[in-house]
T-cell receptor, first 113, second 116 residues
Framework: DTGVSQDPRHKITKRGQNVTFRCDPISEHNRLYWYRQTLGQGPEFLTYFQNEAQLEKSRLLSDRFSAERPKGSFSTLEIQRTEQGDSAMYLC???????????FGQGTRLTVV | AQTVTQSQPEMSVQEAETVTLSCTYDTSESNYYLFWYKQPPSRQMILVIRQEAYKQQNATENRFSVNFQKAAKSFSLKISDSQLGDTAMYFCAFIYSGGGADGLTFGKGTHLIIQP
């Protein structure tokens, strides 16, 4: 296992378009997190899955954002009707148990033009 | 809600020197975990060191150690014998031990530059 992988690494999209990102966690990890990181800031929590169940969503996650984790394996994060303010690095992390070390992917950098 | 504050946006030291990065946090909880994560340029974030709040002994990992002052809500990171590869953003992070559903709360980070 090579760790948490995210695809794509970079995405440029026009305002108003929909985008979808994928995260493949470490295979034995049942916890999966999505974070958003803007320039000069630390990552901010977006949402959390335990297996296939989405247990928590930040108020940062507007109705235009949706995340899924079918079968408790990979996860997708979709942003509909993108806005320039959505431009950020989207990070995925996974862990094996509560409060264990979180392993991060390299992130997907989204630019909305 | 908890907050994490890193008051040093950027620090620069010479190779082989010792450097200390500061972090303070605010919480009403007594059981939690604290972390320092390193984010090298264009690379993924990796864990440097972790501290359980119920442990009085400060965590150490090779050249990295922390000074955890629970009453003062302070959690500083000391890097000894700094190396060029230590150049990165460093983030202090917090999570409640009672539930990880809210994920980690991060500070804004400190950009550490190790000069040759």
């Amino acid at each position: 296992d090579t760790g948490v992988s995210q695809d794509p690494r970079h995405k440029i999209t026009k305002r108003g378009q929909n985008v979808t990102f994928r995260c493949d966690p470490i295979s034995e990890h049942n916890r999966l997190y999505w974070y958003r990181q803007t320039l000069g800031q630390g990552p901010e929590f977006l949402t959390y899955f335990q297996n296939e169940a989405q247990l928590e969503k930040s108020r940062l996650l507007s109705d235009r954002f949706s995340a899924e984790r079918p079968k408790g394996s990979f996860s997708t994060l979709e942003i509909q009707r993108t806005e320039q303010g959505d431009s950020a690095m989207y990070l995925c992390a996974s862990s094996s148990r509560m409060n264990a070390e979180a392993f991060f992917g390299q992130g997907t950098r989204l630019t909305v033009v | 809600a908890q907050t994490v504050t890193q008051s040093q946006p950027e620090m620069s030291v010479q190779e082989a020197e010792t450097v200390t990065l500061s972090c303070t946090y605010d919480t009403s909880e007594s059981n939690y975990y604290l972390f320092w994560y390193k984010q090298p340029p264009s690379r993924q974030m990796i864990l440097v060191i972790r501290q359980e709040a119920y442990k009085q002994q400060n965590a150490t990992e090779n050249r990295f150690s922390v000074n955890f002052q629970k009453a003062a809500k302070s959690f500083s990171l000391k890097i000894s014998d700094s190396q060029l590869g230590d150049t990165a953003m460093y983030f202090c992070a917090f999570i409640y031990s009672g539930g990880g559903a809210d994920g980690l709360t991060f500070g804004k980070g400190t950009h550490l530059i190790i000069q040759p």
